[in-house]
């Protein structure tokens, strides 16, 4: 079971920028495929990001394609979440998780308790 802890949101002005972090203990980290993902009040979750186990190729939301940035460092058991341009939009609680590839669906992981975005305008 890996346990996934997520930090770095806040407010923020729109255009501005954040970088969240997901750290995960547990099971062997580096050999799943991460992502990001985001809920909105009254939303459903949604897909924002992915990164496969190596890194080596990333996916992205419609949304977040062109302001987004994901990576991840396997030596220390973290992934990031790089925001920039950030619009009222994208105000949620962003949380992440294991994935599977392609579909970029959750695999069954625990969720963390999330870190909250809030973009004012």
């Known amino acids: 079971q890996v346990q996934l802890v997520e930090s770095g949101g806040g407010l923020v002005q729109a255009g501005g920028s954040l970088r969240l972090s997901c750290t995960a203990s547990?099971?062997?980290?580096?050999?799943?495929?991460m992502g990001w993902f985001r809920q909105a009040p009254g939303k459903e979750r949604e897909f924002v990001a992915g990164?496969?186990?190596?890194?080596?190729?990333?996916y992205y939301a419609d949304s977040a394609k062109g302001r987004f940035t994901i990576s991840r460092d396997n030596a220390k058991n973290m992934v990031y979440l790089q925001m920039n341009s950030l619009k009222p939009e994208d105000t949620a609680v962003y949380y992440c998780?294991?994935?599977?590839?392609?579909?970029?669906?959750?695999?069954?992981?625990?969720w963390g308790q999330g870190t909250q975005v809030t973009v004012s305008s």
């Open positions: 990164i496969n186990w190596r890194g080596s190729s990333t």
């Open positions: 998780n294991r994935i599977t590839i392609p579909t970029l669906t959750p695999d069954g992981g625990s």
């Open positions: 547990g099971r062997i980290f580096s050999n799943y495929a």
